[in-house]
């Protein structure tokens, strides 16, 4: 079992910035690929960007890529995922998610098998 605990969500004007983390614990992490979702109000849980165990590999949603970056440290079992430039669009409660290594990076909810309870991004105009 492999358990994910975020943090780093809170309010923010637009235009400005917030990082969030992921901590991981359970079984080899490390060997794990981690992802970052998020859900908005009325909305289905969306891709925002996914990285490999090794973080040489990673993938993007359209709407973050130049404005999101997502990294880990595998010596701390943690994921990050820097968001600049926020819009009111990035509202939303953001997942973590892991799942064991693949060849090709996941980009569907299904495709992950552990989540955390989530952490909420609200930008204000």
């Known amino acids: 079992q492999v358990q994910v605990v975020e943090s780093g969500g809170g309010l923010v004007q637009a235009g400005g910035s917030l990082r969030l983390s992921c901590a991981a614990s359970?079984?080899?992490?490390?060997?794990?690929?981690m992802g970052w979702f998020r859900q908005a109000p009325g909305k289905e849980r969306e891709f925002v960007a996914a990285?490999?165990?090794?973080?040489?590999?990673?993938s993007y949603a359209d709407s973050v890529k130049g404005r999101f970056t997502i990294a880990r440290d595998n010596a701390k079992n943690t994921a990050y995922l820097q968001m600049n430039r926020l819009k009111t669009e990035d509202t939303a409660v953001y997942y973590c998610?892991?799942?064991?290594?693949?060849?090709?990076?996941?980009?569907?909810?299904?495709?992950?098998?552990?989540w955390g309870q989530g952490t909420q991004v609200t930008v204000s105009s």
């Open positions: 359970g079984r080899t992490v490390s060997s794990y690929t």
């Open positions: 990285i490999s165990w090794s973080g040489g590999s990673t």
């Open positions: 998610a892991a799942r064991e290594a693949s060849f090709y990076i996941p980009v569907f909810v299904r495709d992950y098998d552990y």
